[in-house]
């Protein structure tokens, strides 16, 4: 018996959008644009949903995201050369 694992698949943020578009500026009901697309239709509910949750500021966006963790890798790097420093200084 063997097992085999499923490979999630990925969508750019550009084919999100662009799914989301279907709905919101052209007028499809989310399953007829999921079907057009060859994804699920609940897909494109979640994405529409994350996508307002951006616009309102409810939930951080893409290149926030990112600008956040590059953040904190930069603290994290600050943190630990002043603890060496201190250690340096006794």
Not at 34 to 42: E, F, H, M
């Amino acid at each position: 018996m063997t097992t085999e694992t499923r490979k999630r698949r990925e969508y750019t943020e550009d084919f999100k959008r662009d799914a989301v578009a279907l709905v919101t500026k052209q007028g499809y009901k989310p399953s007829e644009a999921a079907r057009s697309l060859g994804i699920g239709d609940t897909l494109i509910r979640d994405w529409k949903r994350e996508f307002e949750e951006e616009a309102s500021g409810a939930r951080l966006g893409t290149d926030k995201r990112e600008e956040l963790k590059r953040l904190w890798m930069e603290k994290e790097i600050l943190k630990k050369a002043s603890q060496f420093f201190a250690k340096e200084m006794k």
